[in-house]
């Protein structure tokens, strides 16, 4: 029988501990960790436990419930992949942060208020920038400074929307919210940055492609997950996010396409994949939120597994730029048929894991007839997504030109985690029953009808004509050596640039003023205080006639005014 | 760069897709597939929810419509957004990312 404790906080402690074992001891304490862990959690009864009270509030550190235990499980999936993935590595403050990091992760989720939410909330944050500084660079160094200030921004807010709550309404208790909720929209925010909102997203694409091998792979898990799950707790149904949901599935795969760093490349699908999930909340139907439960349950596997494949493709070559990169499949064929298996289940082929999950969201859409252009919206990206993740990773990756690049294939371990998390993603595409029976509501979904199959593979089959055509005729742009400026220009240029030219402005009119002052003060001097120096006409022995002349003068002006009185 | 390093090398046995022959094969296998898809249409019955859905061969014409507009749009972007790699800070000297044990 085991314990009923949080299972989060195995990760968190355990991983404390990493540094006290060594050697083969260490192998077994990083995969035992996250197994144990996910043993506990599948043993937890649902409902809530670990009560504290604190200042008289009751925190409830420990809620299971049918949302938070799909989450939480595969949080832990996701840690044990990617401790399998990392195995090799020496570096041991990776491996502690990975795992406080998704121990903080799990713990927010199993978090039913929210001070213990912004408590873990904010934990995920500084235990995952070290994912960033472990490349141990100037400029990790300074990636990381971007990130950590917007995640602790985003926990900040939420703090602010606990405690408006906590004033108005006396709870502290995490679920629905809603906007109209007192401190609604502070939460809201918070919420907003970590999900990578428009406009709030710059920090995913600036900072996870910055971090190790290894690092980015741990990323992509779990922050922007846990901002799904919040939202789905607090804001299903709030008709925003049907809007800022459709706008993140679109505008990202625009810069997919012509971003170089195919890191970069994966870091702006998952932002697009993202959008799938927050439009599912967004219409908040028990379909929509099966939909949206199972999609970041399936795209979790299958976006670790290209990153992962990438990550394989910087360690062995030292560089993951499409327009350095091709041919490699000769030298690392096994990860490119995993990264083939990611890029088809991403791209939501029959029988891959992506399939049976973004159908429900989009036909959650389409059961509403108003909400139509969604439905186009989706249609749009899902045809975008194979294009640039689909087709774009793998072809400029492993095969395209020769580059004459040649390496060994990945670590053994490496390949062992990307073969798990593949056959994951085509295991839930083929069998998706057991996926559909641990959704928050009861599942009443067929993904393979005729017409979802046939309509998916003519979608997706004339993207790849669209690539072949373009690329045949030379229209589709090359790879180059190249950044492409996003809203992280605002706080990396524009703002520096006003603040430098506001300061400019102030100086110079500090110094115009200070001229004008010593101007004021020569001529004060050449014209008054010269006639009080010798020489001047204010020190210069005045006849006694002047005087008496001006004296009378004087007396004469006093006395006409005694008597005009 | 260690031993395990990039390293070209002329006297490897071709790779599968070195062949222009099998290129040609796969390009005509995505012009045959897709044209066979567009027409499956004729054979059943779609449940379409949205009225578009139903259009004869919607998703097809779609998709392909789609990438070619996503894909031209981007490249006009690039005059806008693309700038050289040094254009916030300069280049560092390429780490060791060789970690492996």
Known sequence: ?565 | MNASGPRSTTDEAPGFFDHPGRIKAIVYGVYITSALLFFADLAYHKHAYTPFEGWFGFHAWFGFIACVALVLAAKAMRRMVMRREDYYEPAEPETELDDAA
């Open chain 1, 1 to 565: 029988m085991l314990p009923d404790i949080n299972p989060g906080l195995i990760l968190l402690v355990g991983g404390l501990l990493v540094p006290l074992v060594r050697g083969a001891l260490r192998h077994v304490w990083l995969l035992g960790l996250p197994a144990l862990a996910l043993a506990v959690l599948i043993d937890l009864p649902h409902g809530v436990s670990g009560q504290v009270t604190i200042m008289g509030q009751t925190l409830e550190t420990l809620r299971v419930d049918s949302l938070s235990f799909v989450f939480s499980l595969i949080f832990l999936i996701a840690a044990l992949l990617m401790a399998v993935y990392a195995l090799h590595l020496r570096d041991t403050m990776q491996h502690v942060a990975g795992m406080v990091y998704a121990g903080a992760a799990v713990a927010a989720c199993l978090a039913g208020d929210l001070l213990t939410l912004f408590i873990y909330w904010e934990l995920t944050a500084v235990a995952s920038v070290f994912l960033i500084w472990a490349r141990r660079t100037e400029r990790a160094y300074r990636v990381g400074m971007r990130y950590l200030l917007i995640q602790v921004a985003s926990g900040l807010l939420l703090l602010a929307g606990a405690a408006v709550q906590a004033h108005e309404t006396g709870s502290l208790s995490f679920d629905h919210i809603g906007l109209d909720a007192p401190g609604g929209w502070l939460i809201f925010l918070a919420f907003g940055i970590k999900c990578a909102f428009p406009l709030l997203h710059n920090w995913l694409q600036d900072a996870y492609p910055e971090a190790t091998v290894t690092g980015t792979v741990v990323l992509s898990a779990f922050t922007t997950k846990l901002a799904v799950y919040a939202l789905a707790r607090g804001y299903a149904g709030t008709e925003h996010l049907i809007w800022i949901g459709a706008l993140m599935t679109a505008f990202p795969i625009f810069y997919a396409v012509i971003e170089n760093d195919l890191r970069r490349v994966l870091a702006y699908s998952l932002n697009n994949q993202l959008g799938f999930m927050v439009v599912g909340i967004g219409i908040g139907t028990e379909l929509a939120l099966n939909g949206t439960a199972a999609h970041a349950f399936c795209h979790i596997l299958y976006k670790a597994l290209l990153f992962m494949s990438m990550g394989a493709v910087l360690l062995r070559v030292g560089t993951v730029n499409g327009s350095e990169l091709g041919g490699l499949y000769k030298s690392m064929p096994w990860t490119t048929l995993f990264c083939v298996i990611g890029a088809a289940s991403i791209s939501a082929f029959p029988l891959f894991s992506g399939f049976v999950s973004k159908s429900m969201i989009i036909s959650a859409a389409a059961k509403q007839a108003e909400l139509w252009w969604v439905v186009a919206v989706l249609l749009f990206a899902s045809a975008g997504v194979f294009h640039h993740s689909g087709i774009k990773i793998p072809y400029f990756a492993f095969f395209a030109h020769d580059s004459g690049k040649r390496c060994r294939e990945a670590p053994m371990n490496m390949l062992i985690a990307m073969a798990i998390a593949a056959a994951l993603c085509i295991g839930i595409g083929v069998y998706p029953a057991p996926l559909y029976a641990l959704l928050p509501f009861a599942v009443d979904y067929a993904p393979y009808t005729l017409t979802h199959v046939m309509t998916q593979l003519q979608l997706l089959m004339f993207s790849a004509l669209a690539f072949t055509v373009m690329m045949r005729t030379g229209i589709y742009p090359p790879e180059l050596r190249s950044i492409n400026l996003d809203s992280d220009w605002l706080y990396r240029r524009a703002a520096p640039a006003l603040t430098a030219s506001v300061a400019a402005f102030f100086l110079q009119l500090q110094a115009f003023a200070r001229r004008g002052v010593n101007q004021a003060w020569r001529q004060l001097d050449t014209q008054v205080l010269s006639q009080a120096r010798p020489g001047g006409r204010l020190v210069t022995s005045w006849r006694s006639g002047t005087l008496v002349w001006w004296a009378t003068a004087v007396l004469g002006l006093i006395v006409l005014g005694g008597l005009l009185r």
